[in-house]
């Protein structure tokens, strides 16, 4: 008997994995045809109002550079040391995992639910948390990934080599110490904050207000200059904007305003949880 306990085990171990597996590519298959019957559902041009943003930050980018860089980087350390120890607590709020982890658990989740065995009205609820937490997986992973690869192929020193190499010193593909523009942590913030700011528009300012202060704790600490803050924020929202036009076009979330703009389709309140108008 103690012999054959093991072969068992190891057997419903199998089975188990098996069915995981094949329910997997079964959600998968079906997902795919479904975000297929969706977008044809859903056609049209995507509208895209980012160049004029793009321009405009592309300048205020430039123009901080110009005006605060330099003397931010020779003001490194001395800042007072209370705004210090706040900034020190508050900067890896900055730090994507905190947001990629939970979201990512839950839409890997879904992938390996077995949906049928829901009601009609659990199914609806599930999938609207599965596709809130698919698009500011999607707005803060890959905005952070690219801005990942960006600033190793740009390679600016940061302040701590402000005083041998100055303020706009560049050395592509080099070490952690040369890949200060733009901020990835800014850019988790400006991703994340600006994703709530379409989600719930009444909290725009306070949105904005935390991601610009998450964001100048970088420059507190000496990791940053402000030009690299300001472009890592404004390609987070700028990201997290863009991803809401893509969930428009297959209609999940979001659907395309008046104005052209992405916002919220009536019916995502996800059970009343801070999304009612």
């Known amino acids: 008997m103690d012999a054959e306990e093991p072969v068992g085990r190891t057997e419903l171990i199998r089975r188990t ?6 329910r997997f ?17 859903h056609a049209g041009p995507m509208p895209v109002h980012g160049y004029r943003y793009f321009f405009l930050t592309i300048m205020v980018v430039f123009l901080v550079a110009v005006v605060l860089d330099n003397p931010v980087g ?8 209370d705004v210090l120890k706040w900034a020190y607590r508050l900067t890896d709020i900055g730090k994507s995992g905190w947001i990629l982890v939970p979201t990512g658990v839950l839409v890997l989740a879904g992938f390996f639910l077995d949906w049928r065995r829901f009601g009609a009205r659990t199914r609806l609820t599930m999938a609207k948390w599965v596709a809130a937490s698919a698009y500011v ?17 740009i390679g600016r020193a ?7 190499l100055g303020a706009f010193y560049f050395q592509p593909f080099s070490n952690a110490s040369f890949a200060s523009f733009p901020s990835g942590h800014s850019t988790t913030s400006g991703a994340f904050f600006a994703a709530i700011a379409i989600f719930f528009p009444a909290l725009r300012f306070p949105a904005l207000v935390l991601a610009i202060w998450l964001g100048f704790t970088r420059v507190l600490v000496g990791a940053h200059y402000p030009s690299d803050v300001v472009a890592g924020l404004a390609f987070g929202a700028w990201y997290a904007y863009f991803t809401a036009l893509f969930f428009a076009g297959y209609g999940f979330i979001f659907k395309i305003g008046d104005n052209g703009l992405p916002v919220r389709r009536k019916g995502y309140e996800l059970q009343g949880f801070l999304m009612r108008r």
Request: net charge positive.
């Open 17 to 22: 994995g098996r069915q995981m597996a094949g």
């Open 137 to 153: 997986f999607i707005a803060v992973g890959m905005s952070g990934l690219i801005v990942a690869i960006a600033k190793r192929l």
């Open 74 to 81: 020779a003001y490194r350390n001395q800042w007072p040391s």
């Open 25 to 41: 590519r079964s959600n998968i298959a079906a997902s795919r045809a479904f975000l297929k019957s969706r977008r044809a559902s």
């Open 158 to 164: 940061r302040p701590v080599h402000f005083e041998e």
